[in-house]
């Protein structure tokens, strides 16, 4: 596991890095300065984690040594070998985090699918699970889109995740997501199935450089749309960038200003891009298709059968008989078994 965190390297580096901080000059930078401090924490999150697990494991051995001398209980070495156990499990599970994007914040999005006024309620009843998952794992969620469905829930909405590793836990939610219950939109009490599909893009940083050439983006203008006051509907403040070499497409209408909205849509697209890049890298683009399938019956990624009691990640195989557990945000078992599936683990 030393090997695998890189620990030696990373010890000589938190302690480089922490020289440049002691420089009276360093915040002339403020740019600068925060990404010193970012890769160090990133640093010192590994090593910590490392020898948290390694003292774990030290401690469980000279415990079973005092065992044998007749000088500790089975229940105390089995209570500190389950503790080492859970140690060097989340080790394992977090060596799949091991690409620079897992660090990144990210974008979520969810659109429903086939389905109508069911489909809808659906995307609601997801973009409640993840906001549940972000508020008891400690992500910042900030609202950038929704669009209200026609009768009830939302056709779409767009949420930026903030927080340690953000897009390295959610970029498995990639794909088509499915219901099956008794709907409450059925005068005759049917069981209904609906789909919605959630995207996850990772938000660039300042650490990773993508460069847009002005001529190859072309720019539209709207009216605001749904919350926001009568101020955004009365001008064209609203932008949408097309950049013609990708087909990619970014729009911002949270802000009054256009200016500001132009801002953030540049700044969408070079997530878009980056995510486009990555592809290329990793050689994914055939999953990524794969996640791009219809929003209908046979393409989907994960199950949620409400009225006989379960939910399984069709990926992993990983399945669970408590959906209302799921709903409510307790998606990490989900998450941790499709990247260790990734993984090979």
Not at 14 to 21: F, G, S, V
Request: proline share 2%; with cysteine.
């Amino acid at each position: 596991m030393a090997s695998i965190f890189d620990v030696e390297n990373r010890r000589f580096k938190i302690e480089d890095k922490q020289t440049h901080t002691l420089d009276p000059e360093f915040w002339n930078d403020p740019k600068r300065a925060e990404s010193i401090l970012k890769e160090i924490k990133t640093h010192k999150f590994w090593v910590g984690l490392y020898e948290d697990t390694e003292q774990a494991v030290e401690d469980v051995t000279v415990l079973y040594e005092f065992y044998k001398e007749g000088e500790s209980t089975t229940e105390e070495v089995e209570e500190a070998y389950q503790f080492a156990l859970g140690k060097t499990q989340e080790m394992e599970f977090r060596a799949t985090l091991n690409k620079k994007e897992d660090e990144l914040n990210c974008i979520l999005q969810i659109n429903a699918g086939a389905g109508g006024t069911e489909s809808c309620d659906w995307s609601a009843m997801l973009e409640r699970m993840y906001l549940m998952y972000c508020e008891k794992n400690g992500y910042k969620v900030k609202l950038l889109d929704r669009q209200e469905g026609e009768v009830a829930g939302i056709k779409s909405v767009e949420l930026e995740i903030t927080g340690d590793f953000a897009y390295g836990m959610l970029k498995g939610e990639n794909g088509v997501h499915r219901l099956v219950r008794v709907s409450p939109f059925n005068s005759q009490g049917k069981r209904m199935t609906s789909f919605s599909s959630v995207f996850v893009h990772p938000v660039v940083d300042d650490s990773i450089e993508i460069k847009i050439n002005p001529a190859d983006c072309k720019w539209d203008t709207f009216r605001a749309s749904g919350a926001g006051g009568q101020h955004v509907n009365k001008t064209e403040s609203a932008v949408r960038v097309t950049h013609i070499p990708t087909g990619c497409v970014a729009e911002c209408q949270e802000e009054r200003s256009q200016h500001m909205n132009r801002e953030k849509a540049i700044q969408k697209l070079k997530n878009l891009l980056y995510e486009l890049e990555l592809q290329k890298q990793y050689a994914e683009r055939d999953k990524v298709e794969a996640g791009k399938m219809k929003n209908e019956w046979g393409s989907q990624i994960r199950s949620y059968v409400l009225d006989d009691r379960w939910v399984k990640d069709l990926r992993s195989g990983y399945k669970v008989h408590n959906p209302d557990a799921v709903l409510n945000g307790d998606l990490n078992d989900f998450l941790k078994s499709v990247l260790l599936m990734n993984a090979g683990v």
